[in-house]
């Protein structure tokens, strides 16, 4: 339990962390185009959040895809090395795409509700 409650804190903390990159970049893109109203800079953090999560999505149907060729699998059966030795590099691959995938929407997501609140205000 104590294990997961670490990895759900970092997780939280490496999100928490890209919202606020976002955020910022998103004010530093809108002071340089000119918008300076809090309904401008809402509906850009709407757009930035959407465009983060679908970065995310199409992250996510490119490692299937890949992981799905037959290409792909032929290429990985004559690298040097046992067989057990690509499975676990596939593996291990991934496994760090789709955390990438799920960190990227969760990023998103949070910065469309950021954008909601800012919004509403």
């Given at each position: 339990?104590?294990?997961?409650?670490?990895?759900?804190?970092?997780?939280?903390?490496?999100?928490?962390?890209?919202?606020i990159a976002a955020?910022?970049?998103?004010?530093?893109?809108?002071?340089?185009?000119?918008?300076?109203?809090?309904?401008q800079y809402g509906?850009?953090?709407?757009?930035?959040?959407?465009?983060?999560?679908?970065?995310?999505?199409?992250?996510?149907?490119?490692?299937?895809?890949?992981?799905?060729?037959?290409?792909?699998?032929?290429?990985?059966?004559?690298?040097?090395?046992?067989?057990?030795?690509?499975?676990?590099?596939?593996?291990?691959?991934?496994?760090?795409?789709?955390?990438?995938?799920?960190?990227?929407?969760?990023?998103?997501?949070?910065?469309?509700?950021?954008?909601?609140?800012?919004?509403?205000?």
């Amino acid at each position: 339990m104590k294990r997961f409650v670490t990895i759900a804190m970092a997780f939280t903390r490496t999100a928490a962390l890209g919202v606020i990159a976002a955020a910022a970049l998103t004010a530093l893109v809108c002071c340089l185009i000119g918008w300076h109203t809090l309904p401008q800079y809402g509906k850009a953090l709407l757009g930035a959040g959407l465009f983060i999560a679908t970065l995310g999505g199409i992250g996510f149907s490119s490692t299937n895809q890949l992981l799905g060729s037959p290409n792909f699998w032929y290429a990985q059966s004559v690298m040097p090395g046992s067989l057990f030795e690509r499975w676990r590099l596939n593996m291990a691959s991934l496994h760090e795409s789709l955390d990438v995938t799920v960190l990227m929407i969760a990023c998103g997501v949070a910065t469309m509700l950021c954008g909601l609140v800012v919004l509403a205000l």
